[in-house]
């Protein structure tokens, strides 16, 4: 039985070595070109023979690298995120934008940050992480109820149930917005628009903390992905406890993406392009997928984190600008390409 084994795992481990590697080394090379660009520019070589000035250096260590770094989280969380909710859903166009859970995590930071008060510091950022989650969380819930339909997902449903969330948490925050001051109504606008600009040590730490955790458990839960991609009859024959996963999978990614709402705000279609990029490249296993999807989606909002703060410059464009500006048509192709058949287009 081994000796049969090997010729299907050896090379599928070579694949997940070489797609890792590859996406590891795009990824360094990404990192330090975003930390080099700016208003300030800070040669690559200084950076490795001790000459940065005193500016250089201020830059660098203080607002560049953890800006670059957020963004490496933020991304990484999203793509991931999207990841397992089509492997949950089954069904490519799930996304925790286009079904409502971003906008329901939005709402609940919008609710902490007009009727809770300020709260400052780290403690203040893990309290929008917190309100966040539990946001993301509902959200995520309601549309299991809503999508599920004779014990099986509905596709229309889910979409629906996405728009209809999004729409009440739309509304939800443009009434906040009306009761807000200036000062909170400052920080409302950055949640909606979705920007990186406030990255600082302490919120990084903040987004690492929870957003590891949940990636690594849903890397765990990669293979158990896959055999639900049979469907839940099949899976539970299998010995797969269907609706434990889909708890399991669910709350991490309510935690994963309420941490990166809760410091970046809304930045949509990440989870949506990303996973399809992996999947058409290198096929639908989760085993492969969800970490690949976390090193180009942490690539990808380093990219369009650069361009937002350089392509302006001196100004500053929300990074969630740029990722509408490429998700959109890639969702309308995806649109097509997935329903035209069906109705003779």
Same mark, same amino acid.
């Given at each position: 039985?081994?000796?049969?084994? +090997? ?33 300030? $520019? ?29 963004a ?18 089954? @069904? ?6 286009? &079904?409502?859970?971003?906008? =329901? %995590?939005? /709402?609940?930071?919008? &609710?902490m940050?007009?009727w809770?008060?300020?709260? *400052? ?10 309100? %966040? ?13 809503? %999508? ?12 629906? #149930?996405?728009?209809?969330? @999004?729409?009440?948490?739309g ?20 949640? *909606? ?6 990255a600082?040590?302490?919120?990084l730490?903040?987004? #690492?903390? /929870?957003?590891?955790?949940? *990636? ?7 293979? +158990?992905? @896959?055999?639900?991609?049979? =469907? ?8 797969? @406890? ?14 994963a993406?309420?941490? #990166?709402?809760?410091? $970046?705000?809304?930045? =949509? ?6 996973p399809?990029? &992996?999947?058409?490249?290198? =096929? ?8 690949? $999807? ?5 690539? /990808?909002l ?8 350089? &392509? ?11 990722? $509408? ?8 192709? /995806?649109?097509? +390409?997935?329903? #035209? ?5």
């Open positions: 039985m081994n000796r049969a084994a +090997k010729p299907v795992v050896l090379p599928f481990l070579r694949l997940r070595v070489t797609v890792l590697a590859l996406l590891g080394g795009v990824f360094i090379l990404t990192a330090f070109t975003a930390a080099c660009i700016g208003a300030v $520019s800070v040669p690559v070589v200084s950076l490795f023979d001790g000459s940065l000035n005193t500016q250089q250096e201020a830059v660098l260590f203080s607002i560049r690298l953890p800006r670059v770094l957020l490496s989280v933020v991304g990484a969380a999203l793509a991931v995120s999207g990841a397992a909710l089509q492997g949950l859903f089954r @069904n490519p166009l799930a996304d925790p934008g286009l &079904i409502g859970i971003a906008s =329901g %995590a939005a /709402l609940a930071v919008a &609710i940050i007009v809770a008060g300020p709260l *400052t510091g780290t403690l203040g950022l893990y309290g929008l992480s917190v309100a %966040a989650f539990i946001g993301g969380l509902l959200a995520c819930l309601l549309i299991f109820r809503l %999508a599920r339909q004779m014990e099986t997902f509905s596709v229309t449903y889910m979409l629906l #149930a996405g728009i209809a969330i @999004n729409a009440l948490s509304a939800g925050t443009g009434f906040l917005t009306y009761l807000s001051d200036d000062t909170q109504l400052r920080a409302l606008t950055f949640w *909606t628009m979705g920007s990186l600009g406030a600082l040590w302490p919120t730490s903040v987004a #690492a903390t /929870l957003v590891l955790p949940a *990636t690594l458990l849903l890397i765990r839960n990669a293979q +158990k992905l @896959n055999i639900l991609l049979l =469907g839940e009859d099949e899976a539970r024959y299998l010995g797969i @406890n269907s609706e434990h996963l889909k708890r399991s999978v669910t709350i991490c990614v309510a935690l993406v309420g941490a #990166a709402v809760a410091t $970046s705000g809304i930045i =949509g279609f990440v989870g949506l392009v990303v399809h990029m &992996i999947r058409l490249t290198i =096929g639908p296993d989760h085993r492969l997928l969800i970490p690949a $999807s976390a090193l180009l989606g942490a690539t /990808l380093l990219v369009a984190d650069t361009l937002a703060r350089t &392509i302006v410059a001196p100004a500053e464009m929300p990074v969630g600008i740029l990722t $509408s500006l490429i998700g959109g048509p890639f969702f309308l192709w /995806l649109l097509v +390409k997935q329903y #035209a058949g069906r109705f003779g287009l």
